[in-house]
C-alpha cells in the first residue's frame, strides 16, 4: 500500500496570499496518477485536479499541480474566501487507491 | 447531467449487514470503472473498493477484504457495497464516486448496539 502523507495539517493564510500544500508518497506514484480534492463541510469532496498537473473541468486557474515520483505540489495562488476549506490528495495508480490524511486551510 | 445517488444505509448492530446502492444517470455507466470511498465522522477520505467496467476486477483496502463485496448491474445502471460483520469502525458515510468525480452525497451507516 502507497501511504500519502500530507503537510502541513493546518495552514492559515489570509485571502488573497498563495497556498502551497505538499503530498509525499512512500513509492513512486504510477503514471503520476495524483488527484488533489477540495473539501468543504457537509459537503462531498470535488475534483480540482487528475494526472498531478491537469485540471478538472471548470476549476480556475488559480489551482495548479506539480510534482512526480513522490513529491506533489497543490498551489493555490491569490486565495479567494471560497477557497478555505481541506485539502486531500489521492493516488490511483496501484492497484489499492489510497488518500493523504488532508491540509485543511483556514483563514488567518 | 451526471447524478450518483446513494441509499441504504442506516444504524446496524455490530456483526450486521447491510447493503448499499449507488444508482447513475446523465452518462453510460457500462463505460466506467467505479469506486466506494468511505469517512468516518470527523476524520479523512478512506478508499474502500473499486470495479471496472464489467465487474471482473474487483479491490479491496485491506480492512474490509473478506467482509464486503462491491458489484454492479449494468442493466440497471447501478453499483453495490453488500457490508457483513460490520465493526464500529466501519461508521462513515459511504461516497459513491465514477472513477475521480463526481461524487454522490453519500449515505450514511452507523454500527452500534
Known amino acids: 500500500e502507497i501511504v500519502l502523507t500530507q503537510s502541513p495539517g493546518t495552514l492559515s493564510l489570509s485571502p488573497g496570499e498563495s497556498a502551497t500544500l505538499s503530498c509525499r508518497a512512500s513509492q513512486s506514484v504510477s503514471s503520476d496518477y495524483l488527484a488533489w480534492y477540495q473539501q468543504k463541510p457537509g459537503q462531498a469532496p470535488r475534483l480540482l485536479i487528475y494526472?498531478?498537473?491537469s485540471r478538472a473541468t471548470g476549476i480556475p486557474d488559480r489551482f495548479s499541480g506539480s510534482g512526480s515520483g513522490t513529491d506533489f505540489t497543490l498551489t493555490i495562488s491569490r486565495l479567494e474566501p471560497e477557497d478555505f476549506a481541506v485539502y486531500y490528495c489521492?493516488?490511483?495508480?496501484?492497484?489499492?487507491?489510497?488518500f493523504g490524511g488532508g491540509t485543511k486551510l483556514e483563514i488567518k | 447531467e451526471v447524478q450518483l445517488v446513494e441509499s441504504g444505509g442506516g444504524l446496524v448492530q455490530p456483526g450486521g449487514s447491510l447493503r448499499l446502492s449507488c444508482t447513475a444517470s446523465g452518462f453510460n455507466f457500462s463505460n466506467y470503472w467505479m469506486t466506494w470511498v468511505r469517512q468516518a465522522p470527523g476524520k479523512g477520505l478512506e478508499w474502500v473498493a473499486n470495479i471496472d467496467e464489467d465487474g471482473s476486477d474487483k479491490y479491496y483496502v485491506d480492512s474490509v477484504k473478506g467482509r464486503f463485496t462491491i458489484s454492479r448491474d449494468n442493466a440497471k445502471r447501478s453499483l453495490y457495497l453488500q457490508l457483513k460483520s460490520l465493526r464500529a469502525e466501519d461508521t462513515a458515510v459511504y461516497y459513491c464516486?465514477?472513477?475521480?468525480?463526481?461524487w454522490g452525497q453519500g449515505t450514511l451507516v452507523t454500527v452500534s448496539s
Open positions: 464516486v465514477r472513477g475521480l468525480d463526481p
Open positions: 489521492q493516488q490511483y495508480g496501484s492497484l489499492q487507491d489510497t
Open positions: 494526472g498531478a498537473s
